[in-house]
């Protein structure tokens, strides 16, 4: 099962993610900052565990998340179907 992440917004303090990259997550890790994977990892493994999330007002398959160094890069994770 795989996971597609995309950045939503980017004020990313080194430049390394832009608004619009995409990273696909099947086996391993991403090319992501490792603050912003440590920060998407366990929504990412309980997805590709087959969990269903807590997103708004209901439930779904994906999730959204942020840069813990103060939310300056946003992300949306989804489980892509097969």
């Known amino acids: 099962m795989k996971v ?21 997550v099947e ?4 090319e992501m900052c490792m603050e912003l994977w440590h920060e998407a990892y366990p929504y990412v493994f309980a997805l590709r565990s ?9 439930k779904a398959r994906k999730f959204s998340s942020s840069c813990p160094d ?4 946003k992300i949306i994770g989804e489980v892509m179907e097969e």
């Open 4 to 24: 597609k992440i995309t950045v939503t917004e980017s004020f990313c303090r080194s430049g390394y993610h832009k608004k619009g990259d995409v990273f696909i």
């Open 27 to 30: 086996d391993i890790c991403p």
């Open 50 to 58: 087959g969990a269903i999330l807590d997103y708004g007002e209901g």
């Open 70 to 73: 103060g939310g300056r890069v």
